[in-house]
């Protein structure tokens, strides 16, 4: 178990290096104008060690009035862990109590309708049904204006206000969570039907277990497994998801700069602010990698074979 998760801290690792090295060497090598009197080697470690090792992010973004590069790291990277650890916990804890329900309750009208309702999320982009939501319910122009839980702008840091963090912040944890949450709710869903098959599976019913504590207690189980290894694969996905969310949800998280950093931002110049992207680039890649160490984890947890043996499956 402890190769197993050394394999995967050394692959983290690499990855982030590799990202970096990628987001600021392509700069380096196709604008070499930015950057007069610098090789591209020297100028590209220099700028992956300021990044990685002192969290620089090269300095300051190309715009007068922004504050350093670090500086808004810091202020933003809570709100980004924030945003994306609740829409995790949404994915997880709905899509796996979901997928079970429907498991315990086959073909009926409810849950063929929380199927749907499921892939319905799932196949919703985050940015659309976020609007969608703040154009139906949002004061003041929402078609149905319902304050306090669909307010703009409401977001307050959860060690000054907790209500009001929360309040402000269930909302965007859904949107974020939804697409994975439908996806967790079918695979859970046929994973355990699938398993219904299986003898420990029909000794349990044989001996009179409700069908409903024979899913929760001994079809859904096994599906955990699989669960946790889709967090692991649809992390980039919700890292995505996040940084479409706090521009629609104006979440004060380091990645709601990205839209200012493209030039498409209201106020600012129509430039790309490319020191900007690079750090945003790094810090997407962190929290990918993040995530998949996490998932990792909760595998070996899950599974007594990775324990045993040090390997995943197959």
Known sequence: MIAFLLRRLVFAAGTVVITAFFAYGVIRLFRPELFPGDSLAGGTWHDVERALVHRDFGGACMFVGCPPLRRMWEDGAWGDLFLLSGGMFVAVVFGVAGGVWCAARPRSLASRALESVAMLAFCTPAYVSGFTVLLLFAPPFGLFQLPYFFDPHSYSPPFEDPWNFIRSMILPWIVVGAPLAGAVLRLTLGLSLDQMGENYVRTAIAKGVPHARVVSRHAGPPTYVSVASLVGVYAPFMVTNTVLVEYVFSVPGFFRHTKR?????????????????????????????????????????LDPTVRATGRTPG
Not at 281 to 296: H, K, P
Request: proline letters at 7%; zero cysteines; hydrophobic letters at 70%.
């Open 261 to 301: 950093a493209l030039g498409q931002a209201p106020g600012w110049p129509p430039t790309i602010d490319f020191a900007t992207l690079q750090a945003i680039a790094v810090w997407a890649a962190v929290l990918i990698v993040a995530l998949s160490l996490l998932a990792d984890l909760a595998i070996v947890v």
